[in-house]
């Protein structure tokens, strides 16, 4: 059966084609093991046929709209009941730094933008719906045999939230037109999430609950009487030094474990422990999802094991003192108490001090890479 993975970006600027570095990425973290350590043995690339999901130009199209207008973003704000307070005050009446406000633009209003608007949310729904449902079809229709194709999905950050919710629009037949692929005729091989952050926001602005629909383990209860799950397995990773998972964090009922999976780390190799592939690049992260998505033999246990004693838990071991500094900064980021009620101006707050801890550390050993432009 073929098997094909959706990777799904995070917040940021994800053009199209975002995912090549990716895939990348995934090709070299393979080839760490035996059976893919030579150079004529298979790529992942190889062994999975890859389908990128891009929904950034929905945010661009409104930002580059607006020009980084304070006064549209306060208009925006206003016609959407958003109350203007804290950081996105300051933001709207530029007082803060050049490269703070450039950060928030660029990354953090994302996450704001798909909770705050209705019309936001439900174009990158829509978007990231006709982009699933089109390739999942199109390989369907020139998969050979049983006629079946083996789904798995693979995202990061915000591509948490926006995966969870389209998962159960469709698999829960919330849109008619969608049916043939909802969780009572298909099902999704496995979905990996980094820094799930699909609870992250008001409560009175989230409209999908993402512990409480049919994107659960088959054998979870059922999330409905009567009803079907969507996914095989899932596997949900978070480190324990990236506060953004941990502000509202997603913690399923323990009825899900058969064939949930919480992967735990806390590994620091780069300044941005947020990083799509800093996750990626720790085996306790790489082989479950490895072994998920290509088979459970992919990666046997000798070798998993002698990947798992090498790999450390901090590096560049010359930045001992930075990293401590950072664990502390992050720390505090991720204890501190959150106002549920305030969640966008609270995450933007926290983003910002997110922000200023990665610079800081990258800045008191320049051998630690910031890593930023793997969000």
Not at 313 to 337: F, V
């Amino acid at each position: 059966m073929p098997k094909v993975l959706f990777v799904v970006h995070g917040m940021g600027d994800n053009l199209p084609g975002w995912s090549k570095e990716l895939v990348d990425f995934l090709d070299l973290a393979l080839a760490q093991y035996p059976g893919f350590d030579k150079p004529n043995d298979q790529r992942f690339r190889e062994l999975v046929q890859i389908e990128e999901i891009c929904y950034d130009p929905v945010f661009d199209k409104l930002i580059a709209e607006w020009g980084r207008s304070g006064a549209l973003l306060k208009q925006w704000t206003s016609e959407n009941n958003i109350p203007l307070s804290g950081t996105l005050n300051r933001l709207a009446a530029g007082q803060l730094p050049a490269e703070t406000e450039g950060f928030i633009w660029q990354t953090l209003l994302d996450p704001v933008l798909y909770r705050g608007s209705t019309i936001v949310r439900d174009k990158v729904r829509e978007t990231v719906i006709r982009q699933l449902l089109s390739a999942w079809d199109r390989h369907l229709t020139h998969s050979t045999g049983t006629g079946q194709v083996d789904v798995s999905i693979l995202c990061h950050s915000q591509g948490t939230i926006v995966m969870c919710d389209v998962l159960a629009h469709i698999g829960e037949a919330r849109l008619s037109e969608f049916t043939p692929f909802c969780a009572e005729k298909r099902s999704i091989e496995s979905l990996t999430t980094l820094a799930n952050v699909s609870r992250l926001g008001p409560p009175n602005l989230i409209d999908i609950d993402s512990r409480d629909t049919c994107v659960r383990p088959q054998t979870a209860p059922a999330w409905k009487n009567g009803k079907v799950n969507y996914l095989r397995r899932y596997i949900n990773a978070r480190n324990k030094f990236d506060p953004f998972c941990f502000l509202q964090r997603f913690e399923p009922n323990g009825s899900w474990f058969q064939r949930y999976s919480l992967i735990e780390v806390d590994h620091i190799h780069q300044a941005n422990t947020h990083g799509y592939m800093h996750y990626l690049a720790n085996p306790r992260v790489h082989i479950p999802f490895f072994r998920a998505v290509i088979g459970p033999t992919v990666i046997d246990a000798a070798a998993a094991q002698e990947a798992l004693d090498v790999f450390p838990d901090t590096n560049p071991p010359i930045c001992g003192d930075a990293i401590d500094q950072l664990k502390q900064s992050l720390s505090a980021l991720r204890d501190n108490p959150f106002d549920n009620g305030n969640g966008l101006d609270e995450f933007i707050t926290r983003g910002i001090g997110f922000l200023a801890a990665v610079k800081q550390a990258a800045k008191d050993c320049t051998a630690l890479v910031e890593g930023l432009t793997d969000d």
